[in-house]
C-alpha cells in the first residue's frame, strides 16, 4: 500500500485534541450502556434545560421554557463501574490534565481511574414535560416534546431537551511510578493541586487517590432518545462534528505515491458529496514542510505532522476539512458525457 487515509478531529493542537476525544469518548461508551451522556463542561443543567447538540452551549434554560415544570425530590443512584482510561484530556474538575501536564506528571503511570459517588438523579417524565412546556415563548420545541419532529433541517442547529440529570462526586485514581521514594513523589504531586475543593491521599504503594466534595451534574438523559429515530439521532450527533483528513504516502516526493495520493482524495471527495458532505483542501502545513526544506530551515512542520501520525513510515502529502456543510454551493461545472468521451 503506497497510501493512507487518516480522520482527525480538528480542533486546538492536534495531540491535545487527540487526548481530548479519547476521554471524551472513553465517557461516551461508559454512560451509553445507560441511556446518559456525560457532562463534559458544567454549565449547571437542569431538568427541562434546552442544549444545543454541541452538548454544551444552551438554546434556553428550563424556566424559560417550562415555567411550570414541578420536579420530584431526588432520587438515589449508583453508578458502580470504573471507568478506566489512558488519556488526560481535559481536567473534569479533578485537574486531571493540568496533573499530568506538571514536571510531577513524570511520576506517573498512564492511567485514570475514574468513579463516581453520592449519586442522585432528578427526571421529568415526557407528559409532565407536555403539560409544563410554554408553547407561546418556545413553540420551536413543540415538536421534540410532542413527538412529532420531521428530519433535520441542516440550514437550523438542532438541540435536545435535557429530561434527566444525574449529579454526584467525581473520583479518581492514579498510580505513581515504582522506585524512588514514593512519598517525596506525593509530595510533589499534591504541590500541583491548588484546588481547596480537592483532596489528595497517597497510600504507601503509590496509589494516589484524588476526591472532589463538589457535587455536580456529572450526566444527562436527552429528550433526543424519545423523540427522534434512530437515523435523525445519528445524524444529529454527527452535525457539529468537524474533521481534518489526511492523505499519507511512504516517499511524498515519489511521483507514483503522489499520484495515488491525488486518486485518494478524489475518491473521498466525490464519496463524501455523495452522503452529503463537504470537503475543502487545507494543505498550508503540508506546503510549509516543503517551504522550510527550500530554505533551509530546521523541519518543525514535518515533525509535528509525524508526531500526529505516531508512524514514521507514512508522511502526510495532502491536509483537508470535512464536515456537513449549513449552506448549499453551486456545483462545479461539468461537461457532459458525450463532449469528453470517444
Not at 54 to 70: E, H, M, S, T
Not at 108 to 131: M, N, Y
Not at 151 to 180: C, I, M
Not at 282 to 304: F, Q
Request: aromatic share 8%.
Amino acid at each position: 500500500m503506497l497510501a493512507a487515509l487518516t480522520i482527525f478531529a480538528s480542533g486546538r493542537g492536534w495531540a491535545q485534541q487527540y487526548e481530548f476525544d479519547r476521554f471524551r469518548n472513553t465517557l461516551i461508551d461508559y454512560f451509553k450502556q445507560q441511556n446518559y451522556f456525560p457532562v463534559l463542561v458544567n454549565r449547571g443543567y437542569a431538568v427541562g434545560d434546552v442544549v444545543n447538540v454541541d452538548g454544551v452551549n444552551f438554546y434556553a434554560r428550563a424556566a424559560r421554557c417550562f415555567p411550570k415544570l414541578k420536579l420530584p425530590d431526588p432520587v438515589s443512584a449508583a453508578l458502580s463501574d470504573v471507568v478506566e482510561t489512558d488519556a488526560a484530556g481535559m481536567n473534569f474538575g479533578l485537574r486531571l490534565r493540568s496533573l499530568f501536564g506538571s514536571s510531577a506528571g513524570a511520576d506517573l503511570v498512564r492511567r485514570i481511574q475514574l468513579k463516581f459517588t453520592d449519586v442522585t438523579t432528578v427526571s421529568a417524565a415526557l407528559l409532565d414535560l407536555r403539560e409544563a412546556l410554554d408553547r407561546r415563548v418556545c413553540s420551536e420545541i413543540a415538536p421534540l416534546i410532542d413527538g412529532t419532529i420531521t428530519p433535520v433541517d441542516k440550514n437550523q442547529e438542532p438541540f435536545f431537551v435535557v429530561s434527566e440529570v444525574v449529579y454526584g462526586k467525581r473520583e479518581a485514581k492514579l498510580q505513581l511510578n515504582a522506585g524512588g521514594d514514593l512519598q517525596a513523589k506525593a509530595e510533589r504531586l499534591g504541590s500541583q493541586i491548588g484546588d481547596a475543593n480537592l483532596k489528595m491521599t497517597a497510600s504507601t504503594d503509590g496509589l494516589v487517590t484524588l476526591t472532589s466534595d463538589v457535587v455536580v451534574p456529572i450526566a444527562v438523559r436527552r429528550m433526543i432518545d424519545f423523540g427522534f429515530s434512530d437515523s435523525n439521532a445519528s445524524l444529529i450527533r454527527a452535525y457539529f462534528l468537524a474533521m481534518i483528513g489526511v492523505v499519507a504516502v511512504h516517499d511524498r516526493y515519489d511521483r507514483e505515491h503522489c499520484l495515488r495520493a491525488g486518486r485518494i482524495w478524489q475518491r473521498a471527495h466525490l464519496l463524501a458529496t455523495a452522503r452529503n458532505l463537504a470537503g475543502r483542501p487545507c494543505n498550508e502545513s503540508v506546503e510549509m514542510i516543503d517551504h522550510e526544506k527550500a530554505l533551509g530551515k530546521p523541519a518543525l512542520r514535518a515533525g509535528l505532522l509525524a508526531e500526529v501520525l505516531g508512524d514514521a513510515t507514512w508522511q502526510p502529502t495532502f491536509v483537508f476539512y470535512m464536515g456537513y456543510p449549513k449552506t448549499t454551493a453551486r456545483a462545479s461545472p461539468r461537461r457532459s458525457l458525450e463532449s469528453v468521451v470517444l
